[in-house]
């Protein structure tokens, strides 16, 4: 009965009276989906073929599959933290799904989380959508990343939304979190080459966080220590002058999970096994998911430990509280490495 139950509940977000709000509430999801037949016009709505949520449904149905057994515990363990740890509903605004991409040939909206393969994602839902080549692996990054090259949910109606919300497969990919926090430095900082991060991000750390800071670094703000970095997330001026970048935001801030009802959470460290479970209930059997090159030197892991030697237990402290929605929701334990005391 719970099984059932939960899996056919699904958020519905409706417009609120005269405000550009959007107010999510929950209701039964149509269990066939027929009344959809009507309103959109794609080939899997004719009747032709399955939709994915449809062929996730009946996957999770069947029994019959250990890795949709995976996937239903964690949408459960999300459920289930969500309701332990969020309070009562509260307002989504249009631009809050900002994240979520549209791909309205397949039915599918994806929330892409920087540092967990969102440019091999994007790549795939532009040779999905057919607004590029047809081998994700050969779409340049620049052009995955382009403003506009796929839609996003923040531009339809409420109205249009909620008709998206519910019948597409949602999806998302997320990471252990500190491990991303430590990948998301040193691709912005510890590297030369964004130097547009450096310029933007760096020379504001360095200037709010070093005493005595010289006039090179002051300048460019190409040399932020780990610890800095970390001072300038836990400081409170931060995110009071605007959110954090898309890079270092939490997961949670970003796909909002405790709102929009995920249908499949999928894992970086299982990236393989989970993108390709995803493309299967997408039923395009010929598109492989170009997986990112295996990184240099140590573990993901251990980078991240390395990089929290230095810090000290208050912070690792503060900075584990600022993370700890994104460790909980998608169960991820505490890093051992960490002194919290
Ligand atoms: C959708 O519409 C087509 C034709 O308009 C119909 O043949 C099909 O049975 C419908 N599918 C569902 C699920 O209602
Ligand atoms: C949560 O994580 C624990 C420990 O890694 C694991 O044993 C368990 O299967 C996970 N649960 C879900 C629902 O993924």
Redesign the pocket.
């Known amino acids: 009965m719970g099984r059932r139950c939960c899996w056919r509940r699904r958020g519905l977000v409706t417009a609120c009276l005269g405000a550009a709000f959007l107010l999510l509430c929950t209701a039964p999801r149509a269990l066939?989906?027929?009344f959809e037949?009507r309103s959109l016009g794609s080939i899997w709505?004719?009747?032709e073929r399955r939709s994915p949520l449809q062929v996730l449904y009946d996957l999770d149905q069947s029994l019959s599959s250990p890795l949709a057994e995976v996937h239903r515990q964690r949408r459960d363990l999300l459920r289930q933290t969500c309701s332990r740890l969020t309070r009562r509903q509260h307002l989504l605004r249009p631009e809050d799904l900002r994240h979520v991409l549209v791909d309205d040939a397949h039915g599918l909206l994806y929330c892409y989380v920087p540092k967990v393969a969102c440019t091999n994602w994007k790549r795939v839902l532009l040779a999905l959508s057919g607004r590029a080549r047809s081998d994700p692996r050969t779409i340049p990054a620049r052009q995955a990343h382009a403003p506009g090259s796929l839609p996003s949910l923040a531009d339809f109606t409420p109205a249009e939304i909620n008709k998206r919300l519910r019948s597409y497969l949602t999806f998302l990919f997320v990471r252990e979190p500190f491990e991303r926090l430590a990948s998301a430095y040193r691709n912005k900082f510890a590297r030369p080459y964004s130097e547009a991060f450096q310029r933007r991000y760096g020379t504001r750390i360095v200037r709010r966080l070093r005493p005595r800071a010289n006039p090179d670094a002051l300048a460019r703000g190409h040399d932020v220590r780990f610890a800095e970095f970390l001072g300038y997330l836990l400081d409170p001026r931060t995110r009071r002058d605007e959110p954090f970048n898309e890079h270092w935001e939490r997961a949670h801030a970003l796909c909002h999970p405790c709102r929009l009802r995920y249908d499949v959470v999928g894992k970086f460290e299982t990236l393989t096994e989970d993108a390709s479970f995803v493309l299967d209930l997408v039923g395009e059997p010929d598109l492989r998911f170009p997986m990112p090159p295996r990184p240099k030197g140590a573990a993901p892991r251990d980078q991240a430990a390395r990089l929290f030697q230095d810090i000290s237990p208050f912070y690792q402290r503060r900075l584990f509280d600022l993370y700890k929605m994104d460790f909980l929701l998608f169960n991820y334990s505490t890093p051992s490495y960490l002194r919290l005391r």
Request: glycine fraction near 14%; charged fraction near 15%.
């Open positions: 066939r989906l027929a037949n709505l004719s009747g």
